[in-house]
Structures are given as structure tokens and as C-alpha cells.
């Protein structure tokens, strides 16, 4: 089944004969979907911090940055942005040629409010000898929409979100990019100053990052005074997953295995190679203009507060419990903290005796930790809060998707549907342990909650292999807490047309 030609391919991907062997095994058994106990809501499981805890964890992080710790952003960049002009390739390929669908006249309607408008407008006077307006009078609308798209005009289509323009100021237009880099000076900087910033970007878009950010950096440095280290990587060549068959069996492109990208799931890789003791990790597409960046910046400080109090009070306990001298009142303190604080629940713990307690603890307590943020739930799509067993019986706070529960069952299907939060990707993890050595983050991988898509390849379809998301699956081992966050902090862009609302138009 295996050739000299197929084990050539997978010594360049540094993938193993045990992985092949795995991606086969998880296509024949598929995924279980996970057990529920209860949807994660205010009374169980989100924590609602009151005015005074708030002034309290802001105070722990400024106190935090004045150490010398390494601060992080995470941010992954790599998808194109093809997706959020879905509406506008389907225009181009229409049988008519004036605007019909709202979302058609709607992006025609009100195109000077794009930030991208000057550069269109320049495109199609070189192009067409006409302004962009002029086009649009002489029903020039498709050829608008491939000055905009195309790569002879500015590319958007085939560019990824962190490269396009999303926001005008009074004299100049940011990409998100652009605007990652002035949040991480208003809330990731060290006390020295240094900003650290790395995204996930793809091989064929690494260059276009690289030259924005030597473009635009000094003058962010120059203006909040800050340092920028800004980093970039890929997904490794190791984590793409073997494609199969309707049969199972390796799916063949020209005789060659074929592999997909396993998913941002593989960005768990990335994550662990970083020198960090805090990250913040963040989509690209999620960012506001300036003069909507208050809550943002607060609640990220709020969130990291949050971890390093929880972080500091985990460390006690462990350096207590290793040190064997504590109290049988001291492990249960430990453990109410477990269970109360950091939501982790095993019903078996009653019947372990001190020395067995112990153990646990420690086993539950080193581990890496996240903070998530939850908005309430208003229809947009993402993975929702829950509480759900784990595989060696505890309880604890999961975030997951759809895809992952029994929407068969009517219980299940009904907590998914009723829950009153979502993740809008916005966490705060803490990634050394009590010794300050760092965690092997691929270590506290569910490998079984993954997914399989169906997707097809010059005609013939295929199952490809999706490996547990990274703020799913890929963090299911992970002391995880969640805490509610205005949906303020969450303005994501999946349409272009989204960047027609209120809070991603500036007012000078």
C-alpha cells in the first residue's frame, strides 16, 4: 500500500509510519462525540467579575508586566481571505451585470466607506483611464469588483485578511496586521517595552507580511513608544493529514499521497515552539479601529489578570504538595480550589485517601492554563462553553463544536442550542509550570476529537482529516476558566460587507 516513492514523500514532511497509521485508524473508527454534563453558563462555570475583583486582576497584571517575564501575541494569520468575497465572485460569474442581490447593492452603495477606496479608485484610473466612480456610471460594476479582486488589480481575492484594509483614519488606512501590532503596545508590552508579536502565516504570503511590517512598524514604535519583535511561522509540513477514499484507503493524486493542511488544530505546534511564559492568542480578523479599543485593551488585561492569579495560587499549592509537608486541611483547600476555581471535577476524589489525593492534585494542577473570554450567544457561529467529561472521568470546561456533540440526541442537541455564550477566540494562556520549565504542549492533546470533512479532488471525492482544533481539542488537557466579556470585544470579519458596520468605520 506503502511505496518507495510514498515513504520518500513522508521523510520530507517528517511524518511517521505510527501517524500514518493513526490518520488511517481515526478515518475506519471516526470521532466519538464528546459527553456532556451541563452548557457552561453564568451560575456554572462563566465567572462574572464584580467592579472591585476587576480593579483587583488589573492591578495583578500591571504588577505582572513590572517582572521580567516574555509576553506574547498569538495571532493566526494564515487563511485567505477568499471566503469574505464569496458574494462578489459570485456577482462576477452572474448572468447579469447591474447589482441585484443586497448584498450586491449594498457593497456598490456604499464603496467610498472601504478603506481600501483610494487604492481601487488608483487602480482602475491606471487601468481604465476613469475613476472608480466613472466605472460605476458607465455600469462598469464588474469591472470594479476584478480591479478589486484580481491579481492585475489590488489581488484581494486571493490575498489573506491580514494584508487587506480594513480601517481609514484621517490620514492613512490599516490592515489588521497593522492593527495587532498598536494592541499589542496598549496591552501585551513588557515593562522594558519590547511588543512580541508572532503570526501563523502561509509560505506564499510570508514575504508580503514581512515587507507590510518593515514598512509600518518604526512608525508604530515611534508613536507608542514601544520595541516590536515581530515573528512569523508556518504550519509544519508534519502536521498535514493523509486524504482517503470513500474506501479508507489513501487517496492518490497522479500516484502520489495526497495531504491537506490538518486545520489551525496544527497551530498547537507553533504555539509550543514559542519562548513565553504568557500568550495572548487572538484571530487576525477580530479588531476594531481606535476609537473602539477600550474595552478590548481592558478586557485582555482583565483576562490576563485573571490567569496570573489563578497561576500564582496553583503554584503555592504545588510547591506545598511537593514538598510533603502539608496538612490533611491543606489538600483540601487544594483541592476545593480544583474544583471551585479552575472547574475540575472527578466524583472519585471522595474515596482517595491523602497520599492518593495528593497526586492528583499535582497531576491536575501542573498543567498548562488558559483564561477564555465568552460573549453572549447572538447567532454567530463558534464554538460554545461547556462542561464535559473527559476521558479519565473528571469534569471540566471545554470549548467546543457543533461537530463534536450528538445533535441526535435531543438533550445534547438542546444544550448546544440553549447555551447563552460563545467563544469568540480570545484567550490568555499561561505555558511554564511551577519550575518555570515550559510544557510540552502536544502532550495535552485529545487526539480524539477530531473531524472528518468531505471534499473532492479534479472531480473524485475524498475524506480529509481535521486535527483537534486548537483552542478545542488541541487544549482539552489544559486547566481552562472562562469569564464573561462584552461583545464589544468581538467584531470579526467574514463578509466584506462587514466592514460596512458601525464599529469598523472610523468618525473623525
Known amino acids: 500500500m506503502i511505496t518507495t516513492q510514498d515513504w520518500k514523500l513522508l521523510t520530507e514532511k517528517g511524518i511517521s509510519e505510527e501517524q500514518i497509521t493513526e490518520q488511517l485508524t481515526c478515518f475506519e473508527k471516526g470521532f466519538p462525540y464528546l459527553k456532556l454534563a451541563a452548557a457552561a453558563d453564568v451560575s456554572k462555570g462563566i465567572v462574572v467579575p464584580g467592579a472591585d475583583e476587576q480593579k483587583l486582576l488589573l492591578d495583578t497584571w500591571d504588577s505582572y508586566v513590572r517582572t521580567n517575564r ?10 485567505a481571505a477568499s471566503r469574505m468575497f464569496k458574494d462578489l465572485f459570485e456577482f462576477l460569474a452572474a448572468d447579469y451585470d447591474v447589482p441585484q442581490t443586497p448584498f450586491e447593492k449594498a457593497f456598490f452603495e456604499h464603496i467610498e466607506a472601504f478603506a481600501f477606496y483610494d487604492d481601487l479608485n488608483a487602480v482602475l484610473e491606471q487601468q481604465e483611464g476613469k475613476t472608480l466612480n466613472e466605472v460605476l456610471a458607465a455600469g462598469g460594476y464588474k469591472t ?11 489581488n484581494y481575492g486571493a490575498l489573506p485578511k491580514g494584508l487587506l484594509k480594513f480601517h481609514r483614519y484621517d490620514n492613512n488606512s490599516r490592515t489588521p496586521l497593522e492593527e495587532h501590532l498598536v494592541e499589542g503596545a496598549l496591552y501585551a508590552a513588557s515593562k522594558n517595552g519590547n511588543v512580541n508579536v508572532h503570526f501563523t502565516v502561509s509560505s506564499e504570503h510570508r514575504p508580503l507580511f514581512e515587507q507590510l511590517v518593515a514598512q509600518k512598524a518604526a512608525a508604530y514604535t515611534k508613536q507608542y513608544g514601544v520595541k516590536y519583535n515581530v515573528t512569523f511561522s508556518e504550519q509544519k509540513p508534519s502536521t498535514d493529514t493523509l486524504a482517503v477514499d470513500m474506501n479508507n484507503q489513501p487517496f492518490r493524486d497522479n500516484g502520489q499521497l495526497l495531504f491537506r493542511p490538518g486545520g489551525h488544530g496544527a497551530l498547537i505546534e507553533n504555539l509550543n515552539d514559542l519562548d513565553a511564559d504568557i500568550v495572548f492568542i487572538k484571530n487576525i480578523d477580530n479588531v476594531v479601529p481606535d476609537r473602539l479599543k477600550e474595552d478590548t485593551i481592558l478586557y485582555k488585561r482583565l483576562l490576563a489578570g485573571m490567569l496570573v492569579s489563578l497561576q500564582q495560587q496553583a503554584f503555592a499549592y504545588l510547591q506545598l504538595l511537593e514538598s510533603g509537608r502539608y496538612t490533611h486541611e491543606q489538600v483540601l483547600e487544594a483541592l476545593q480550589f480544583l474544583q471551585k476555581k479552575l472547574c475540575c471535577k472527578n466524583p472519585d476524589t471522595k474515596h482517595l485517601e491523602d497520599a492518593e489525593l495528593v497526586l492528583y492534585l499535582i497531576k491536575k494542577l501542573n498543567r498548562p492554563m488558559r483564561v477564555c473570554g465568552m460573549v453572549k450567544n447572538v447567532g454567530e457561529p463558534g464554538g460554545g462553553p461547556f462542561l464535559a467529561y473527559n476521558a479519565d472521568g473528571t469534569i471540566s470546561l471545554q470549548i467546543l463544536e457543533s461537530s463534536q456533540i450528538d445533535m441526535n440526541d435531543p438533550e445534547k442537541k438542546a444544550m448546544f442550542e440553549q447555551g447563552t455564550h460563545f467563544n469568540p477566540v480570545d484567550l490568555v494562556c499561561a505555558v511554564r509550570d511551577y519550575t518555570g520549565a515550559k510544557f510540552n504542549l502536544p502532550d495535552y492533546v485529545d487526539k480524539a476529537t477530531g473531524f472528518i470533512s468531505y471534499k473532492s479532488k479534479n472531480g473524485k471525492e475524498l475524506k480529509a482529516l481535521e486535527l483537534p482544533g486548537l483552542w478545542n481539542g488541541a487544549m482539552s488537557d489544559w486547566n481552562t476558566v472562562f469569564v464573561e466579556v462584552p461583545l ?3 467584531n470579526p470579519v467574514k463578509t466584506i460587507n462587514d466592514l460596512l458596520r458601525e464599529e469598523h468605520r472610523n468618525n473623525f
Open 488 to 490: 464589544s470585544t468581538f
Open 70 to 79: 516574555t509576553i506574547v501575541k498569538f495571532v493566526p494569520a494564515s487563511g
Open 144 to 154: 470594479v469588483v476584478s480591479a478589486l479582486l484580481g491579481s492585475a488589480g489590488l
